[in-house]
Nanobody, 124 residues
Framework: QVQLVESGGGLVQAGGSLRLSCAAS????????MGWFRRAPEKEREFVAA????????YYADSVKGRFTISRDNAKNTVYLQMASLKPDDTALYYC?????????????????WGRGTQVTVSS
């Protein structure tokens, strides 16, 4: 079992920045990739970014490219999402997810464990 705990959400004005963190813990777990997803009110959960542990392969949704940066700290089993130039459309509950084995990192159903989410609200 893997536990994921997100932090760093909050309220920010449009154009501002936030950094989300997600710490993974558990017994003898392996990581193929970790990703960030978000769900806005009355919308489907959508892929935001992911990082592959073996080779630092990084993937972004088109909507966040150039504004968001995903990174990781191996020693802490932590993944970060640095968000800049935030827009009201970025308002959502942001979830961290963990994938054990190699699959498409943009598909939520391919992830094995999920955090509870951290709320990001961007005011105009």
């Amino acid at each position: 079992q893997v536990q994921l705990v997100e932090s760093g959400g909050g309220l920010v004005q449009a154009g501002g920045s936030l950094r989300l963190s997600c710490a993974a813990s558990g017994r003898a777990f392996s990581i193929y990739a970790m990703g960030w997803f978000r769900r806005a009110p009355e919308k489907e959960r959508e892929f935001v970014a992911a990082i592959r542990w073996s080779d630092d392969g990084i993937y972004y949704a088109d909507s966040v490219k150039g504004r968001f940066t995903i990174s990781r700290d191996n020693a802490k089993n932590t993944v970060y999402l640095q968000m800049a130039s935030l827009k009201p459309d970025d308002t959502a509950l942001y979830y961290c997810a963990h994938m054990r084995a190699g699959r498409d990192v943009t598909i939520p159903d391919n992830y094995d464990y999920w955090g509870r989410g951290t709320q990001v609200t961007v005011s105009s």
